[in-house]
């Protein structure tokens, strides 16, 4: 009993000696088409992390708002769904494309053959009105300079006058972010717009999703180069007047381990590096 006693006090003892793991939180926020990626991630990082926690902003605070705070101080990791401009990666510390996912367009329609380039000048020109079974079709916009509008409007000229037109067309519906995107497309009945394949798969949405030119978005299709569309994700850490904190320095190395990229490949994200 003596003995045993001895070995508690003793292991007790080392315990006690033993380096304190100083508990951090990183503060991550941007695009709101990452904010679920993230958790998933930030969930992985902290089953091998216990000490550190991944904390999402939400509601998003979108691409430009999340390199603002980030610049702040008030993030750790900003998340943007574009490339940075020039001013904008001027007091960053690093940015790298991290990964893509098809765009796609989804809704509360029944059209069998999906979309066509065609379709979709006629659909934003606003003389595609009904579904398959005569319902009206509900269009649901993104902003102007939103990356989904953006790469729309590059499938085809035609697409381009017909989006433009719409954008200044009044009393059209209009979704915040990518998050009240699908928030709005599953509430409206007959509604269609933008969405990606990686953010309906982790919000386990019931939206259908249209072929486009009769192609199916997929990673597959996408790596393939037969599905033109895609959305990216852009990392971005630090500002270039300090450096990043030890836990986001592990996290950033997390986002390329194992781990990760079967957190990527199970939610249909593409990664980039």
């Not at 190395?253 to 590096?273: I, K, N, T």
Request: glycine letters at 10%; hydrophobic letters at 45%.
């Amino acid at each position: 009993m003596r003995l045993q006693k001895l070995k508690e006090i003793l292991i007790c003892g080392l315990l006690l000696l033993a380096p304190q793991v100083q508990a951090e939180d990183i503060h991550v926020g941007g695009t709101g088409s990452a904010s679920p990626l993230m958790q998933k991630l930030g969930a992985a990082y902290h089953a091998q992390y216990p000490a550190d926690e991944v904390r999402v902003m939400l509601p998003p605070p979108s691409s430009g708002g999340g390199l603002r705070m980030l610049l702040s101080g008030k993030l750790d990791v900003a998340l943007a769904g574009r490339k940075l401009s020039a001013e904008e990666a001027s007091g960053i510390g690093a940015v790298f494309e991290y990964v893509r996912t098809p765009l796609l367009i989804a809704g509360r329609g029944t059209r069998k053959a999906g979309f066509t380039r065609v379709d979709l000048a006629e659909l934003y020109a606003g003389r595609l009105l009904r579904w398959d079974d005569g319902a009206a079709i509900r269009l649901i916009m993104r902003s102007p300079y939103e990356s989904d509008t953006l790469q729309l409007r590059g499938l085809s000229p035609a697409v381009d006058v017909a989006l433009r037109d719409a954008l200044a067309r009044p009393g059209m519906a209009y979704a915040e972010n990518d998050l009240d995107a699908v928030d709005l497309l599953s509430k409206t009945p007959g509604s269609v717009g933008t969405s990606s394949l990686g953010l309906l798969k982790l919000m386990n949405s019931k939206l259908t999703i249209y072929p486009l030119d009769g192609v199916m978005p997929s990673v597959a299709a996408l790596s393939e180069g037969r599905y033109p569309l895609s959305k990216s994700i852009f990392v971005v850490v630090g500002r270039k007047t300090q450096q990043p904190s030890a836990a986001t320095k592990r996290f950033i190395e997390f986002l390329h381990s194992p781990e990760a990229m079967d957190v990527l490949r199970q939610a249909d994200y593409q990664s980039v590096f």
